[in-house]
């Protein structure tokens, strides 16, 4: 017996047919002083794979992996699917839920991570479901954040491995091991945490886990760049950019890079577009190897991570963790993991 009686897995959601894309993109962005150059790029990124993202079908994947591994551990929860952004929307599927009767649920969210975008805006995310179904609504409660998490970093470590493998003899030694994650805007990286708490807790865990997952397989040095940005151009978010970062090491002599896509659980539309078309075409320009490392989505132990976080939280089994960042991310029906935590910043005409 334990107190919950399902389990949400809660992502971003992605466009499923071309004519899904610009009401997709008007969800991410609404309000967010995202310029419309910008969004004419991303639908063209988009339609390049027919108007689909693999998102969808990449989080549906994990919940069958999740459903075994629940099986095979003796945990008896169905697993509902919700996004922020696109169908099955989150509102939908908690009104489902409380339609099945369930009362309690834990929420396991596709973001390893602090910050806005990546953990208040999923608390957000459980407060507007809630509050859209009303009456009867399961109470929701939000597993922390797991960047750091043993698996996962064993899961990016083989990954890097596998990745490395994929070089030429002569230029598998002298790779450089190159992290990326999303960029963000300085401003919410560094409100990002419990104020008091030093701030820029986003890039503080997504360094830590850079690091974690070199130390894994024994690379000397690495580097953690950042990716697909999106404000206007005046507006600062975190650097170096990935394609002007390639530029760089080709320019200093570098002959070939290992790119691991830390800051994301699958191979969604920001990894095989920024990464596996553009960083790639860049590379090439710049007669760099290149090799782009797999996400630990697809990997079994990605499903034993999501039940080894749902054993903490219905078991007390103790916390699984290689780092010492602060770590935060757990709330119920949507409260903030303390007063003020991870403050979006203010954008010009709100
Ligand atoms: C930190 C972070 C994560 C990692 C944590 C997590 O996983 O949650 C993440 C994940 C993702 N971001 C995604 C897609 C997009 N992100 C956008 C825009 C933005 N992302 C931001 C941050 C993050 N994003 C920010 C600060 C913006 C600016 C607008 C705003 O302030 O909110 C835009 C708008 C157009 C553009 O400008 O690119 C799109 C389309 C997809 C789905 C891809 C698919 O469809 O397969 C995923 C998983
Ligand atoms: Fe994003």
Known sequence: MTAYDALLLLSFGGPEKPEDVRPFLENVTRGRGVPPERLDEVVEHYLHFGGVSPINR???????AVESEFASAG?????????RNWHP???D??????????RSALVFPTSAWGGYSGCRQYHEDVARARESVGEGAPTLTKLRQYYDHPLLIASFADAISAAREQLP????????????AHSVPVSADVSAGPPGDGGRLY??????????CAEAVGAADHDLVWQSRSGPPQVPWLEPDICDHLG???ASGTEAVVVCPVGFVSDHLEVIWDLDTEARDRAAELGLGYVRVGTPGTDPRFAQLVSSLVGEQVRGEPL?????????????DGALCATRCCEPARRPGR
């Open 320 to 332: 699984r963790r290689l780092g010492s960042e602060p770590l935060y991310g757990a709330g119920v």
């Open 58 to 64: 990449l989080n549906r994947d994990i919940i069958a």
């Open 75 to 83: 945990i008896e929860l169905p697993i509902y699917f919700g996004n």
């Open 248 to 250: 760089a090491l080709a």
């Open 169 to 180: 003899d002569h230029q598998r030694a002298g790779a450089r091991l190159v992290f990326t």
């Open 203 to 212: 890039s503080r865990q997504v360094a830590e886990a850079a690091r974690l």
């Open 93 to 102: 599927t908690v009104a489902r839920m409380r339609d099945d009767g369930v």
């Open 89 to 91: 929307m989150v509102e």
